[in-house]
């Protein structure tokens, strides 16, 4: 949803200064939003509603968490999230046995999952644009969870260069998606 | 480890590609430096981008129960019995109705967010209205939209509860989210990248209004 600049500002402001307000009013409005971020990493709506929660009781739990030069809290929160989901389920996946974990493993990536077909599309055109090295590297990354270590040793690349491909295919592709990447 | 830049970690903690004692060190010296907040918040806003194109659901009310629960404010310590019943007595003439009020005022205050960025782009924007056509039930509703399909603001009067927005085509419906009632009027911003040429407000599986979006 979009917002008036200085909501957003006001809002960082109080989110930095832990208000309470703040921290209650960025849930409301990022509620389902976080809840499908989680879920989509997850794919339950039980884990994935303990991710959600125990991201918001990390961050009020630690009053420095976000500084204002972290810009938006609407993606702060996207990432403190995510992150906590893609913490999960590697726990999850390391107690699954060999066989299990390759039942398990996504026989496609979930950017087919986009519930618009349209904005499907878009995701799935912006990585095909990607160079495949850094296509490889941030598909894995982003859709199956994976350390940069892990994908390091799976894509036979030094951790160095694989650093690299995700950091500038993260850039091309939300570049590609963001408002100036729009093609109408 | 606290005092080493985030350089092209900024990306790998935003995608969650560090493992977790990576992440946490990262993590520690995003509390004392500035510029590499900056740069991980930069990366942020770019796995935001991405991560906002997948499916979305709605979270579930007991999740935002928990939430309420946990940002609620740490209870007092225990009161001796008169005290107790003072406050007993008068959080039932004062609190409880104070307390409806202020779940009323949050739900319209959440819905005036929403209004505020519709009313934006209504103001900001040339954009057209069509109306719906309702098929059995009386309601009134119109979607205003732009010209590009960059964004669509569905307004409906007269409903007495929730009614999903749905777009139809190819023979199939593409749910886009709801329409939630307050104070008589629902309505329902949606920011879009692509132009859509049938909306439908359905309630549960049945379709109460169709219309057809000339571009």
Redesign the interface.
């Known amino acids: 949803m979009a917002r008036a600049p200085g909501d957003e500002e006001a809002l960082a402001v109080a989110f930095a200064a832990h208000e309470r307000w703040a921290f209650a009013r960025a849930y409301r409005e990022y509620a389902s939003l976080l809840y499908s971020v989680a879920y989509n990493v997850v794919r339950n709506s039980e884990d994935a509603q303990d991710c959600v929660a125990d991201a918001i009781a990390r961050l009020w739990r630690s009053p420095s968490a976000y500084s204002s030069e972290r810009g938006s809290v609407r993606s702060f929160l996207v990432v403190c999230v995510r992150n906590e989901a893609i913490s999960r389920r590697r726990r999850q996946s390391r107690r699954l046995r060999l066989e299990e974990r390759l039942a398990a493993m996504p026989v496609e990536h979930q950017e087919l999952d986009a519930g618009d077909p349209i904005e499907r599309d878009r995701v799935r055109s912006a990585f095909a644009k990607l160079p495949e090295d850094q296509r490889a590297a941030l598909a894995l990354a982003f859709y199956e969870g994976k350390t940069h270590t892990e994908i390091a040793s799976e894509l036979k690349a030094p951790l160095g260069t694989i650093k690299s491909r995700i950091s500038l295919g993260l850039r091309k592709i939300a570049g590609a998606l963001g408002p100036d990447g729009v093609d109408r | 480890m606290n005092d080493a830049h985030a350089g092209?970690?900024?990306?790998?903690?935003?995608?969650?590609?560090?493992?977790?004692a990576d992440?946490a060190a990262l993590?520690a010296h995003?509390?004392v430096c500035?510029?590499c907040?900056?740069l991980?918040?930069?990366?942020?806003?770019?796995?935001?981008?991405?991560?906002?194109?997948?499916?979305?659901?709605?979270?579930?009310q007991?999740?935002?129960e928990?939430?309420?629960h946990?940002?609620a404010?740490a209870p007092t310590r225990r009161m001796p019995w008169p005290a107790f019943a003072a406050v007993a007595a008068a959080f039932l003439v004062g609190v409880l109705p104070s307390a409806y009020l202020w779940e009323r005022n949050?739900a319209i205050e959440?819905a005036m967010?929403?209004q505020?960025?519709a009313m934006?782009?209504l103001a900001a924007t040339a954009h057209r209205t069509v109306s719906f056509r309702p098929s059995s039930v009386a309601l009134a509703a119109n979607v205003m939209y732009a010209p590009?399909?960059?964004w669509y603001v569905i307004v409906v009067r007269g409903a007495q509860h929730a009614l999903q927005v749905a777009?139809m085509?190819d023979g199939a419906q593409?749910?886009?989210g709801d329409a939630v009632p307050h104070g008589g009027v629902a309505m329902l911003?949606l920011?879009?990248?692509?132009r859509m040429e049938q909306l439908a407000l359905m309630d549960g599986q049945r379709i109460v209004a169709q219309a057809q979006l000339p571009y």
């Open positions: 092209e970690r900024a990306a790998l903690y935003a995608l969650g590609a560090l493992d977790d992440a993590e995003l509390r500035a510029e907040a900056r991980v918040g930069e990366a942020e806003r770019d796995v935001d981008t991405i991560a906002s194109l997948q499916t979305r659901r709605r979270a579930p007991e999740l935002n928990r939430i309420e946990l940002l404010p949050r959440d967010l929403s505020s960025a934006d782009r590009d399909g960059s777009w085509h593409t749910m886009l911003y920011p879009k990248s692509h």
